[in-house]
């Protein structure tokens, strides 16, 4: 039992310091990836902005 329980709490830290250092490896979304999604919906934004047609009958 005490071997199972060691060996669970270090796998339980392996995986924490593996988190903390390298978050999008393990499917937390890192400051990289939510740069990304900013970026991403900033520029969604703004190509909506330019291609909508108007409202003005012709």
Do not use: N
């Amino acid at each position: 039992m005490w071997v199972m329980l060691g060996f669970f709490l270090f796998v339980t830290i392996v995986f924490v310091v593996f988190a903390v250092a390298f978050p999008e490896w393990v499917g937390i979304t890192g400051k990289k990836a939510k740069e990304i999604q900013k970026d991403q919906h900033e520029a969604e934004i703004s190509a909506e902005a330019t291609s909508r047609p108007t409202d003005t009958p012709q």
